[in-house]
């Protein structure tokens, strides 16, 4: 295993990438699908906003793009480069807020555009924040939840529902959504759609023109590397742009916000889902990692990706390890991961990573691990596929201290 994992290491053509990012010596990072490496660019990026844009241009930096700065058109200009990453015109997107605000934006103002109808129609297991700011605005009576299984959605879309709100990979399971076949049954039945990307973006290819999307949201922390925290993004499609209106009438959202005007006027497009202030040190780093992740590109990405998770795969059958597989076995119907179930997943977890293999734990009995290709060698999952296979046989997750619940896994 180790010598064919070196094999393909030398011919990886994305094997230089991984010099760009900043990544632990002892340490096998399986988990860029909760939070991605640094990339060596963000830390000078960061200096130079800090020093030369705020310490030097002070507030003359949200106008002068004379020392590149620019702050007041960050989350356009982001949101731009985002938008070839999922199939989208650069007008369509915006970088702001974060992914649970941007939800309740988009929800509140899919609502809005079908009036008569108040429900929000979802899938059990969903990320919980979906599901959670559909509660929120059931609370104020605006809205109405339903859930069906994944595999009843299209039957479940009748002449109530408003909108169809999915994550397009399961953040669980890392099973995909068919993307274009159920946005093409919620128009059918008069219902827009609302796509969460956050577990696509940067990983695996989207195309919203292509399926005719309505509005998606995604993550700027996980594939795209934009940090801890880092801003999310939104995505409203060009023939919506005249029907929006988005709950969240903040001032960076206002038509013209340095009048300072009483009254509030949409910003024409995307930019009225703006709110507040633009987090300009979050879109700096936000905006190094979205740049890296175009250079090497989502196509190249996600055939690495499919590369790395089935040789894991083989590695396990090949050391005698049979687990059960939580994800889609067939690599182009799953996301950037592979997850297992164990009913002692949570201690086998914990067992990895003081081994230095860093994957996650999730309830009730899922061991996940993310393979962010821009990274990750085949020698480190080689390696991974090892230290599993000598935890499970060693009973080694029996130890005390792997069994205490931490408060944050």
């Not at 906003?49 to 989350?75: D, H, P, Q």
């Not at 109530?160 to 128009?187: R, S």
């Not at 059918?188 to 609302?194: E, K, N």
């Not at 962010?372 to 085949?378: G, N, T």
Request: hydrophobic share 45%; glycine share 10%.
């Amino acid at each position: 295993m180790a010598g064919r994992a070196r094999e393909r290491d030398a011919a990886d053509p994305l094997a230089p990438f991984r010099e760009r990012f900043v990544l632990p010596e002892g340490v096998i990072y399986l988990d860029g699908n909760s939070l991605g490496a640094l990339p060596r660019a963000t830390p000078p990026a960061m200096e130079r906003t800090l020093r030369e844009e705020w310490g030097e241009g002070l507030i003359r930096s949200w106008n002068s793009t004379r020392s590149g700065a620019g702050w007041f058109e960050m989350a356009q200009r982001i949101g731009g480069k985002i938008a070839p990453l999922i199939g989208a015109a650069p007008e369509e997107v915006i970088a702001c807020d974060s992914t649970s605000v941007n939800l309740f934006k988009l929800i509140a103002a899919a609502l809005d555009m079908r009036p008569g109808r108040k429900v929000v129609l979802s899938e059990p297991g969903n990320f919980p924040t979906d599901l959670y700011m559909v509660a929120g605005l059931e609370r104020q009576g605006l809205a109405e939840r339903r859930l069906a299984p994944r595999e009843e959605l299209a039957a479940a879309l009748g002449g109530d529902v408003a909108l169809l709100m999915l994550t397009h990979v399961h953040y669980k399971t890392g099973a995909m959504h068919d993307m274009a076949a159920l946005t093409k049954a919620a128009h059918a039945a008069g219902t827009l759609v609302l796509w969460d990307l956050s577990h696509s973006t940067g990983a695996v290819p989207v195309d919203l023109a292509r399926i005719g999307a309505d509005f998606a949201v995604g993550c700027g922390y996980k594939y795209l590397c934009g940090g801890p925290g880092a801003p999310a993004f939104a995505y409203v499609a060009q023939r919506h742009h005249g029907d929006l209106a988005q709950p969240l009438t903040g001032w960076f959202g206002h038509a013209t916000p340095f009048a300072f005007s009483d009254d509030y006027e949409a910003a024409p497009g995307v930019e009225q889902l703006l709110c507040g202030t633009s987090p300009v040190l979050g879109l700096t780093a936000l905006e190094v990692g979205v740049d890296l992740i175009a250079e090497i590109g989502v196509e190249r990405l996600h055939a690495k990706s499919r590369a790395l998770s089935g040789f894991f795969l083989e590695c396990l059958a090949e050391r005698g390890l049979a687990l059960d597989l939580a994800s889609p076995a067939d690599s182009a119907v799953r996301g950037s991961q592979l997850s297992f179930r164990h009913e002692r997943a949570y201690p086998i977890c914990q067992a990895l990573i003081a081994r230095g293999v860093i994957g996650d734990f999730r309830a009730p009995d899922i061991l996940r691990l993310g393979f962010a290709p821009a990274y990750l060698s085949f020698t480190e999952i080689a390696e991974a596929a090892r230290h599993l296979a000598e935890v499970i046989a060693g009973e080694e997750w029996r130890r005390p201290e792997f069994n205490r619940r931490a408060a944050v896994t």
